[in-house]
C-alpha cells in the first residue's frame, strides 16, 4: 500500500512534456517501468484493488501505458481471478495497443482453473464466452481446455468444457496430439468416480473423431473399471496398454499404474 500510495504521488507531479535534460533532482525514467513493477507487486500479494488505484493514477496522469505495462495489470486481474474486470480490460488492452489478446485470456483462464477448484465453473463460462466473441483466426489452446476439466474433476463440468470443445474444435487444437489430450483428460475426470458408462462414451467419441487413444487413455479406462469394481472390464482394457503406447509413452509405466490399481482392489 505504501509502495501504491508514493506512486499516486509521483503520477500527481507528473509531466508527460518530454525533456532532453532531466530537471535538477528528477530523472527521466519512464513511469511505464514504475507502474510496472507496483502492478507485478500488487498482484504477487493479490491485491486488485491497489492496482486498479494505481492505474488509475497514471490514467489521469495521461501516461501513455505500453504493451508489458499492460501484461502486469493483467496479470494482476488474474490472480485474483476477476474475470469480469479482465475480458473488459483484454478488449481495452486490444485497442490501445493492438495486442493480441486470445494467448492471454486463455492463460489466464488455465491459471486460474489449475489453482482455484472453485473457479473452475467460472472458468468454463468465460472461455465459452470468449470462445464465441473472439475473432475467427483466434486459436484457443488445448490447455484452457485441459485445465478446466482437470481442475474440476466433476463430471458435469467436464461435460460442459467436452461441449465447448466440440463446438469450437475447428479453433481449439492444430493437432492430433491436442485433440488427444481433450479426451485424455475426460478419462482422467470418469477414472476418479469410477464411472465406466462415461468413460464408455468418452471412448467412442474418441473412436467417431479418428483419434488413437493412447496407453494413458487406456490405462484411465482400467482405473475407471477398477473403481467401478468390473475387474473383467479393467482386464480387458489393460490387454491394449502396450500396443497403443507411442513413442512419447513409456508403456511399462503406463502399464505399471494400471496394475496398481488392479492390485489395491
Same mark, same amino acid.
Given at each position: 500500500e505504501v509502495a501504491v500510495s508514493a506512486f499516486e504521488h509521483h503520477m500527481g507531479a507528473y509531466d508527460k512534456t518530454p525533456r532532453e535534460q532531466p530537471r535538477k533532482g528528477t530523472n527521466n525514467q519512464n513511469p511505464n517501468d514504475t507502474l510496472c513493477d507496483v502492478l507485478q507487486c500488487c498482484a504477487?500479494?493479490?491485491?486488485? @484493488?491497489?492496482?486498479?488505484?494505481a492505474w488509475e493514477a497514471a490514467q489521469k496522469a495521461g501516461v501513455v501505458v505500453d504493451k508489458r505495462?499492460?501484461? !502486469?495489470?493483467?496479470?494482476?486481474?488474474?490472480?485474483?481471478?476477476?474475470?469480469?474486470?479482465?475480458?473488459?480490460?483484454?478488449?481495452?488492452?486490444?485497442?490501445?495497443?493492438?495486442?493480441?489478446? !486470445?494467448?492471454?485470456?486463455? @492463460?489466464?483462464?488455465?491459471?486460474?482453473?489449475s489453482t482455484n477448484r472453485l473457479k473452475a465453473k467460472e472458468a468454463l463460462d468465460?472461455?465459452?464466452?470468449?470462445?464465441?466473441?473472439?475473432?475467427?483466426? @483466434?486459436?484457443?489452446?488445448?490447455?484452457?481446455?485441459?485445465?478446466?476439466?482437470?481442475s474440476a474433476g466433476r463430471l458435469d463440468h467436464a461435460k460442459k468444457a467436452y461441449q465447448i470443445h466440440d463446438e469450437f474444435k475447428s479453433r481449439i487444437y492444430p493437432d492430433e496430439r491436442s485433440q488427444e489430450a481433450v479426451f485424455e483428460a475426460l478419462l482422467n475426470v470418469c477414472a476418479l468416480h469410477g464411472r465406466t458408462d462415461a468413460a464408455a462414451v468418452t471412448l467412442d467419441h474418441m473412436l467417431k473423431t479418428d483419434t488413437k487413444p493412447s496407453g494413458d487413455a487406456y490405462a484411465f479406462l482400467v482405473m475407471a473399471s477398477v473403481r467401478a469394481g468390473d475387474l473383467d472390464k479393467a482386464h480387458e482394457f489393460a490387454q491394449h496398454i502396450a500396443p497403443a503406447a507411442n513413442q512419447t509413452t513409456d508403456p511399462r509405466m503406463v502399464a505399471s499404474r494400471a496394475l496398481r490399481m488392479l492390485a489395491a482392489a
Open positions: 504477487w500479494w493479490r491485491r486488485l @484493488d491497489l492496482a486498479q488505484r505495462t499492460w501484461s !502486469s495489470y493483467i496479470l494482476a486481474i488474474s490472480k485474483c481471478a476477476k474475470f469480469g474486470v479482465l475480458w473488459p480490460a483484454l478488449q481495452q488492452m486490444r485497442r490501445e495497443v493492438n495486442a493480441e489478446v !486470445s494467448p492471454l485470456m486463455t @492463460d489466464t483462464i488455465s491459471r486460474v482453473a468465460h472461455l465459452r464466452a470468449f470462445a464465441a466473441s473472439s475473432q475467427p483466426e @483466434d486459436f484457443l489452446p488445448t490447455t484452457a481446455i485441459v485445465s478446466c476439466i482437470l
